[in-house]
């Protein structure tokens, strides 16, 4: 009995020395109860982006009500972020974290109890909505800088974010295959109900890190001066200027088609709503593929070359979908640009978590955060005028050639970039500043 005890025990060291190996960011003891805790959070958010515009469709039969929603919601992560940033730079960011989830709960708690109640309405979803704009505005760039925190050795940074886009990719296929499940069987006040149960393993992993604390330093700037500088900063830093710029092209042309898939689906593929399902799944897919291929690289170095490559292929995929006529072949290439899209997001993120300056990490990620969302309402308006005024197809086509010149133009800082990149990851210097 003995004997088969150890065999299993060498068994089992065998396997966890195999996985620390290919995802070594796992080996910190504080990202591994991070990635626990957001795997049941994470779904549980994504849960409930489905389930509150189908509620608000179910409750008004309007789709101008459920825009207006959709829009007041982005709203405030839009303005909030930026100072998000800054309150990341001053205070200590698992303590943020931790309010942050506390708040969270406290507006999927009341969105749960009021429609298990029946006391929901459209104002009442409006204002939760609302609410819960400003707590991601708050959490985004203060999750993107706690990362370096909870990874004890910076070379497993890169495998650390690309487990991060991992699971959110995951949780964006699972979340809205869980919440149509149990809006169909149960009804949609169980997906309220799982979101607000799962904040309780993120506040409980968040709890049970061990940070070293670092002494807040004390403040001689107004917060309006602590953003002026990381704007400055950001804008006089060539590879952190020029990755955000290219991150800001593909967020306004490179996901534009998602505006316009019932359009494809619907005239183009002259299919229906299960067409469009696999359209927008396929996408998901391709992320998460692109996770597993980052997750087995090691350091940063050559990433700059995936930042240039992924928008090329991002447009030609676009160019290739607009004259696509075959369902399957549509779905396929969606693959490929949806795995393109992580690729270029999660490299883009990496090399500036290993370039940034560590009090301004921040407030850049904050930045980075706003190249990601900001231009999404607006991605959203150009393609839809685009596509009212000259067609669907040429309206990706347009798309797609703007994200290849983007990538033209980014080949230009390609030696500028990998020299930076292998100061960061050799030398560990500090990074000069230029406006070139």
Sequence with gaps: MRELQKGWAKSGDRVQKEIYYRLPALKSRNFRLYVVGQVFSLSGTFMTQIAVPWLIYDLTKSAWLLG??????????????????VLSDRWNRQDLLKL??????????????????????????LGLSVLAGLLKGLDMPIRHAFV?????????????????????????????????????????EYCFLYDSLSYLAAIAALAAMKMVRKPIQPQTQSTWQKLKEGFDYVCNTLPIRSILLLLAIQGLFG???????????????????DTFGFLSASGAIGSVLACVYLSLRRGIEGLERVIALCPALIGLGLIAFACSRNVWLSIVILTVVGGSGTLQVSCSNAVIQNLVEDDK????MSFYALALIGMLPLSNLFAGTLTQAIGAPDALIVCGILCI??????????PQLSRWIARAEHLSGDLPTTSS
């Design 148 to 188: 370096v925190e909870m990874v004890e050795n910076r070379a497993d940074l890169g495998n650390a974010i690309a487990l991060n886009s991992a699971m959110l990719s995951s949780s964006r296929l699972i979340g809205p295959a869980m919440g149509g499940i149990l809006i169909a069987s149960v009804g949609v």
């Design 405 to 414: 010149v983007g990538s033209v133009n980014f080949v230009r800082h390609l």
């Design 68 to 85: 207006l929603a959709g829009f007041l919601g982005f709203l405030p992560t839009l303005v909030l972020t930026p100072f998000s940033g």
């Design 100 to 125: 942050v989830q506390i708040l969270g709960i406290c507006v999927s708690g009341t969105l749960t109890l009021l429609t298990f109640a029946g006391w929901i309405n459209y104002w009442i979803l």
């Design 255 to 273: 996901i534009s088609y998602m505006a316009v898939l019932p359009v494809f689906a619907a005239d183009v593929l002259k299919s229906g709503a």
């Design 361 to 364: 990490r921040g407030r850049v």
